[in-house]
């Protein structure tokens, strides 16, 4: 068995391609998904890879699950963050539990997970984490304070995290994704979308797949040297 990579939100769109990637890459996949039951079932029917059901932004969820992780299908050795919600609307119309939903999930979801399996990687050596951000969390967006925040803070805890993690064999780095033709890009408004693609240089939408295969490399051994780093994914968009 190969060491064991755990896919938050792995059940669709990037999560989904990533937990191929890593498949392909020989590694024993786990996706985590929070709600959608249908689509979990039709993943691993696809995919052949189990999923877990709990919500990162609980702790004690997180806890509970990660150990069950670990109990059934063995020592979790990579967690690949990239769970993530949007609740969008400028400042004066975003309430309170929209900022907190994205913020609980987002970036608490980050912490969450890191602490129901660091402690385990440092006792074996040898660890990855790789958290998804955004160009969003690089660049702000209008009408995304609650998303651009906590995709920011994922970069600043990446590098944190990676100075903890470093002497004990374990990486830490995040992908900053562009704009990526998933379900949640697709839910914008055609002359939204079309004022988007024509500000990236490369003058398309990026594919789920293009964000999972940077996702492998930084999950690899040949990564051991890389840490701390955001690589950016974006079709030049934003050059950071």
């Known amino acids: ?61 997180c806890q509970e699950g990660c150990a069950k992780i670990a109990e059934e299908v063995g020592p979790i050795d990579v967690v690949v963050n990239n769970a993530g919600i949007t609740r969008d609307g400028t400042l004066m119309k975003m309430s309170y539990e929209d900022w907190h939903d994205v ?8 912490f969450n997970m890191a602490k129901a399996t660091f402690a385990s990687m440092k006792e074996r050596g040898w660890g990855r984490f790789v958290n998804i951000g955004s160009i969003n969390g690089q660049a702000g967006q209008y009408g995304q ?67 999972a295969r940077g996702v492998a490399f930084l999950c690899s051994e040949e990564a051991g040297f890389v840490t701390g780093s955001t690589m950016s994914i974006n079709g030049g968009q934003h050059m950071y």
């Not at 191929?20 to 786990?30: H, M, P, S």
């Not at 996706?31 to 890879?49: L, Q, S, V």
């Open 1 to 61: 068995m190969g060491k064991v990579a755990v896919v938050t939100g792995g059940s669709r769109g990037i999560g989904k391609a990533i937990c191929e990637a890593l498949k392909d890459d020989g590694f024993t996949v786990v996706a985590t998904y929070a709600g959608n039951d249908d689509a979990a079932r039709k993943f691993t029917d696809e995919t052949g890879i189990a999923t877990y059901k709990f919500d990162v932004g609980d702790h004690e969820a």
């Open 103 to 110: 913020m609980r999930i987002n970036l608490g979801g980050c």
């Open 145 to 211: 304070v609650n998303y651009a925040a906590a995709k920011s803070g994922i970069h600043g805890f990446t590098k944190a995290l990676a100075q903890e993690g470093a002497r004990a064999g374990i990486t830490v780095n995040a992908i900053a994704p562009g704009y990526i033709d998933t379900d949640m890009v697709a839910a914008v408004p055609d002359n939204v979308l079309e004022k988007i693609v024509a500000r990236i240089p490369v003058g398309r939408l990026g594919q789920a797949g293009e964000i």
